[in-house]
T-cell receptor, first 115, second 115 residues
Framework: DTEVTQTPKHLVMGMTNKKSLKCEQHMGHRAMYWYKQKAKKPPELMFVYSYEKLSINESVPSRFSPECPNSSLLNLHLHALQPEDSALYLC??????????????FGNGTRLTVT | AQKVTQAQTEISVVEKEDVTLDCVYETRDTTYYLFWYKQPPSGELVFLIRRNSFDEQNEISGRYSWNFQKSTSSFNFTITASQVVDSAVYFCALSEAEGFQKLVFGTGTRLLVSP
């Protein structure tokens, strides 16, 4: 079992809905990430939080809004999404962005479908 | 700019065959990190190995082995005596030292191991 837990596993939402993806880890990691993965494509980085502060935003549209309430939790708030936003959203964590020997631990992902 | 190329889109083998997954990378940095991740159908990315640019020693872990050659910018992955459970998509990834938290993934190789 993965040590990074993502909920829900599946989500179907309309373009006018507001929903949130949740991610939790209890490994004491201080860096958390959101990746987006389209079908048959590699994951692409969206956001990085380091010590609960947004460290990297890869020019993600504002309809995706990340939040890191504490070092164990990471949310991704979704609003007014488009069908092309349908993808697998992966959360990951690592010990800390300053620790260069720290690999990422990924969750199982949330498979999002926008109708 | 950094880039990872996995030229093999899909490989099919029969159980017990050996299989090598190729990875070629491009980077301007002299210090960088290379990774292999496995993505089974369940969706999560499983970390397999990390190698830094100063360590060209090959590594063996059970049925897995990795061949890192800086001269050809390659970091190939061999599975010996493949098993059905090895069926997955395998991603090679690169991270430069300064942007360590920004993994750049190759396009992945889908490995199908049939009984």
């Amino acid at each position: 079992d993965t040590e990074v837990t993502q909920t829900p596993k599946h989500l179907v939402m309309g373009m006018t809905n507001k929903k949130s993806l949740k991610c939790e880890q209890h490994m004491g990691h201080r860096a958390m990430y959101w990746y987006k993965q389209k079908a048959k494509k590699p994951p692409e980085l969206m956001f990085v939080y380091s010590y609960e502060k947004l460290s990297i935003n890869e020019s993600v549209p504002s309809r995706f809004s990340p939040e890191c309430p504490n070092s164990s939790l990471l949310n991704l708030h979704l609003h007014a999404l488009q069908p092309e936003d349908s993808a697998l959203y992966l959360c990951a964590s690592s010990q800390g962005t300053g620790q260069i020997n720290s690999p990422l631990h990924f969750g199982n992902g949330t498979r999002l479908t926008v109708t | 700019a950094q880039k990872v190329t996995q030229a093999q889109t899909e490989i099919s083998v029969v159980e017990k065959e050996d299989v090598t997954l190729d990875c070629v990378y491009e980077t301007r940095d002299t210090t960088y990190y290379l990774f292999w991740y496995k993505q089974p159908p369940s969706g999560e990315l499983v970390f397999l190995i990390r190698r830094n640019s100063f360590d060209e020693q090959n590594e063996i872990s059970g049925r897995y082995s990795w061949n890192f050659q800086k001269s050809t910018s390659s970091f190939n992955f061999t599975i010996t005596a493949s098993q059905v459970v090895d069926s997955a998509v395998y991603f090679c990834a690169l991270s430069e030292a300064e942007g360590f938290q920004k993994l750049v993934f190759g396009t992945g190789t889908r490995l199908l191991v049939s009984p």
